[in-house]
C-alpha cells in the first residue's frame, strides 16, 4: 500500500485502485437501488411528485404534508413526467446527484490545496455508507448536499479571483447555487451563515476586504429573507417530532451515523480531533481551513442552539452537508503530516476501514446474500392478500388516522394502488376505510404511528407482523 501512495502522476496502479474505488461508489448508488418499497417519508415524497397535478395542487401538498420548501419535489415532478410515475424515478435521482457528488467534493478540495488530497476525499465521499444510503432515497438530503458543494465551489472561486469586473461567472453561480441549495432545504441557511462570519472575521482578523463576495452574500440574504417570510408562514403547520439531543451525542455528534459504525464514527472523530490539535499551527496559517471549521462547528452550533431556545430541530439527514467539512478537514490536513510514513498509514489505514466497513453492510452483502429489509413489506402484505379470498384492503382506525388529519391514509393508499396496478392485483381499498362496510376485511398498519383495534363489536382474527414494522391483520367488521 506504501508503494501505491507514492502519488506519481505515472502510478498506474494507484490510479486504477482509485478508479475501482469511484467505481465501488456508482455501484452502491444504484444497484439493486428498488429493491425495497419505500419507507414513510418516501411514501410522502411520492404522494407529492404525482405528475398528473397542477402547480396549485403540488404546492398545497408541499405545505400541508412537507417541512421543506418545494424545489425538489418540482424537479422530481418533472422527471416523473419525462419517465414515468414510479418510485424508482425519484430514487434515481437522488443516486443521480449522490454519484456526482463524489466528483463534486473532490473539485472543492482542489481548491482548497495543490496536492493530492483531493483524491483522498474522493475515496471517503465514494465509500461513505451515510452518503450511499441517502442516495437510495428518494428523499431531498443527498440533492442538498451536492448543491452545497457546488455553492462552496463557486464561493472559493469568487473568493480568490482577482478580476476587476464585478459581473463574472463565478458572480452569478456563487449566488445563484447557494440560494437553490437553501430552496431545496432550508438548513443550507447554516452555510451562507458561515460564509457570513468567515468574511467578518477576514475583514477584522486580516484586513480582507472581498467586494464581490459581500455583494453577492447581500444578494443571497436578500432572497433568504424573503424566501423564510414564505417558507415559515406554513412551516408551523408542521408538527415537529424531533428531540434534543442528551448527553450522549456529544461523545460521538452523529459520527457513528455518518460512519456506518460506533466504532468508525470513533476512529473518524478522533482522527479529526487529533488533526485538528496537532496541526494548529499551520491552521493558522490557512484562511480556507478556518472557513471549514467554522462551517463544522455552526453546522452543530445554530441547529443545537435554536433546539434549546425554540424547537429542537437537529437532526443526522438535515446537516448531511456538515461531512463536507468532515471529509475536507481530514483530507487535508492529512497531508499536512511531515512524516511520510505516518502520513501514508493514515491514509491507507482510513481507506481501508471505509472499504471493509461494506463487508458488515448490505451494500456488498447483496451480492451473496438476500438482502435484510428494514422498510415496510408491502409487496408481501399484497401478496397474503391476493392470494385470500378476501380483497377488501383498509388502513388504520384510530381517530387521527380516520379523519386524515395527517395525510397517512391517503399517502399510503396512493402508493399501495400504484403497487397493486403494477403487479395486476385485484384488491379493493376502502376509501372510507372499514365505515359501513360489514364482513372480512384486511388491515394493514404501520407500528411506528399506530396499529389500533378494529370497530366495535368486531373481532380481529389473524396478525402478521412482517418486515420493517408492518403489520397485517384480518379483521371480522360486525
Same mark, same amino acid.
Given at each position: ?17 482509485? $478508479? ?35 402547480? *396549485? ?7 400541508? *404534508? ?70 437510495? +432515497? ?30 463574472? /461567472? ?22 451562507? *451563515? ?44 408542521? *408538527? ?94 492529512? $497531508? ?28 456488498? /452483502? ?24 378476501? /380483497? ?10 380516520? +379523519? ?75
Amino acid at each position: 500500500m506504501f508503494k501505491l501512495l507514492k502519488f506519481q502522476e505515472n502510478n498506474l496502479l494507484f490510479y486504477s485502485v482509485i $478508479f475501482l474505488i469511484i467505481l465501488f461508489g456508482f455501484i452502491f448508488r444504484f444497484y439493486n437501488i428498488n429493491y425495497e418499497n419505500l419507507w414513510l417519508d418516501e411514501i410522502y415524497s411520492f404522494w407529492v411528485t404525482d405528475p398528473s397535478l397542477s402547480f *396549485a395542487e403540488t404546492q398545497l401538498r408541499v405545505q400541508s *404534508a412537507e417541512a421543506i420548501p418545494f424545489l425538489y419535489f418540482y424537479l422530481v415532478k418533472i422527471c416523473n413526467k419525462i419517465f414515468g410515475y414510479d418510485p424508482i424515478v425519484g430514487r434515481c435521482f437522488s443516486a443521480f446527484f449522490g454519484f456526482l457528488s463524489i466528483f463534486s467534493v473532490g473539485i472543492l478540495c482542489k481548491k482548497f490545496t495543490k496536492d493530492k488530497s483531493y483524491l483522498f476525499a474522493t475515496c471517503l465521499v465514494s465509500l461513505n455508507i451515510f452518503l450511499i444510503v441517502n442516495s437510495q +432515497e428518494m428523499r431531498v438530503y443527498i440533492f442538498t448536499f451536492f448543491l452545497i458543494s457546488l455553492s462552496l465551489i463557486f464561493f472559493l472561486n469568487l473568493y480568490k479571483e482577482d478580476k476587476n469586473r464585478i459581473f463574472t /461567472k463565478n458572480f452569478v453561480l456563487f449566488p445563484l447555487f447557494t440560494f437553490i441549495a437553501i430552496l431545496s432545504h432550508p438548513f443550507a441557511i447554516i452555510v451562507l *451563515a458561515s460564509m457570513i462570519v468567515f468574511l467578518i472575521l477576514d475583514y477584522f482578523l486580516f484586513l480582507k476586504n472581498h467586494i464581490k463576495v459581500n455583494i453577492s452574500l447581500i444578494l443571497v440574504s436578500i432572497l433568504t429573507v424573503g424566501f423564510l417570510y414564505h417558507y415559515l408562514n406554513y412551516l408551523s403547520h408542521n *408538527a415537529g417530532w424531533i428531540e434534543q439531543p442528551g448527553i450522549k451525542f456529544f461523545t460521538n455528534f452523529y459520527f457513528s451515523e455518518f460512519f456506518g459504525s460506533r466504532l468508525l464514527g470513533l476512529i473518524h472523530l478522533l482522527t479529526l480531533v487529533i488533526l485538528l490539535i496537532g496541526l494548529r499551527k499551520k491552521i493558522e496559517r490557512n484562511k480556507e481551513i478556518i472557513f471549514l471549521i467554522i462551517l463544522l462547528a455552526f453546522s452543530y452550533l445554530i441547529p443545537l442552539v435554536y433546539g434549546y431556545f425554540i424547537k429542537p430541530i437537529i437532526f443526522p439527514k438535515y446537516i448531511i452537508f456538515v461531512l463536507i467539512p468532515i471529509i475536507l478537514i481530514i483530507s487535508i490536513l492529512v $497531508f499536512l503530516i511531515e512524516r511520510e510514513a505516518v502520513k501514508k498509514l493514515l491514509i491507507s489505514f482510513l481507506i481501508l476501514i471505509n472499504f471493509a466497513n461494506h463487508f458488515t453492510e448490505s451494500t456488498f /452483502k447483496q451480492f451473496f446474500l438476500e438482502r435484510q429489509r428494514f422498510n415496510p413489506n408491502f409487496e408481501e402484505a399484497f401478496t397474503t392478500i391476493e392470494k385470500s379470498k378476501i /380483497k377488501k384492503l383498509t388502513f388504520y382506525t384510530n381517530k387521527v388516522n380516520d +379523519e386524515n388529519e395527517n395525510f397517512i391514509n391517503t399517502v399510503i393508499s396512493n402508493y399501495s394502488q400504484f403497487m397493486l396496478n403494477k403487479k395486476g392485483y385485484e384488491i379493493e381499498i376502502l376509501k372510507d376505510g372499514p365505515k359501513n362496510v360489514g364482513g372480512k376485511i384486511w388491515n394493514i398498519c404501520l407500528t411506528i404511528i399506530s396499529c389500533d383495534k378494529p370497530p366495535d363489536k368486531s373481532d380481529i382474527l389473524e396478525e402478521t407482523l412482517l418486515e420493517g414494522g408492518l403489520k397485517l391483520s384480518l379483521w371480522e367488521v360486525k
